[in-house]
């Protein structure tokens, strides 16, 4: 086959993360068409304003899809089961795909400034974290899934994957691009009231900071921190979180960040830690963005480079093949090992960060070709 090296043709594959770590498992070039015809471009059914990439938005955006209870819920002990029930919650036939935006949504967010000051999470150093090694030899392990959106797409949400989580009791944390949460409302309130799971910041747009620069860079990073807190205060405001909001409301801003294609450079890093976040990778690349990736090649990855205090790395707006599969088998294996799930936040409380001045997938290095590869990265 042909290697098209057409800039959109790589997003259009639902590039995220781990296509490099297939690259040993199979030749580039079934690597590059694993993810062919899995993504359907479909024109856009809510076009963006085209002239209002630098202008403040002066409309308001999409539509929220709620549907939580008009009253909260009997019984109920956290905001998610206030607001929600079993059916609620469930993923939903078809909310898995993705679907194309053309022309492209570059509309900054409603809100822009996050109120939250920074200093979230002292003290954090301006590199990136690879693991942690836990104080007291407890076997913890974060199981993270990125929510990745680009400007040209509305990618999708993988119920099956978060109802396993659920199912099993499981905490966990979801880095959530801005955008991500903009056109997964409901989606976004539900995984913020969830007491097992914690939200991480992905930027805006999916952006690659080591490429962008200056208020661009910048605004990847704060545009999601506003999104998010003004999601939160919807969620709070919902007639049915009313009794526990005092008690039980989600943190107020994001404490980590995750680099779109894992990728940064110093100015970067500087930029998520001036705002409080703290810059988190991983040690295990499961590799599910390629479609050729099965459940059992992610279950031995994941077994076979196990350490306490691990961060997984996994892909949960539907980009992820059998990632939900693996889980299922995953999830028992690592508890009749001893392990403990934990949130980024939660493994960063319990030991010593490993970090690294670079961001890599693997090795250092690795990503480099990335920039040259993805541009801007925001489509
Ligand atoms: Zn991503």
Redesign the pocket.
Known sequence: MTIDTRPGFWQALGF??GLLAMAGAMSSETAVGADEGSYPLIAATVPPDPGATAAPATQPTRQPDLAPAPVPRPGATNLLEACWGPQDLRGRPGERKSRGLRPPDHRPPEYQDPETPPGAMPPVPARSLRSVTPTKGEKLIALTF???EQADEITGYDGELVDTLRAHGVNATF?A?GKWMQSHPERTMQLMADPRFELGN??WT?GNLRVLQGAEMENQIRWTQAEYERLRDQLLALPCAAPLAASKAPPRSPRTF?F??GTCNKESLDAVVAAGLYPVQWNIVTGDPAKGQTAARIVNTVMSQLKPGSIVVA?G?GRGWHTAEALKTLIPALLKQGYRFVTVSELLQAGNPVTAEQCYEVREGDNLRYDKLFGKGTQ
Do not use: S, T, V
């Open positions: 995220c993360i990125d929510l990745c880095y691009g992905h930027a999916h995750r779109p294609y892909h707006n």
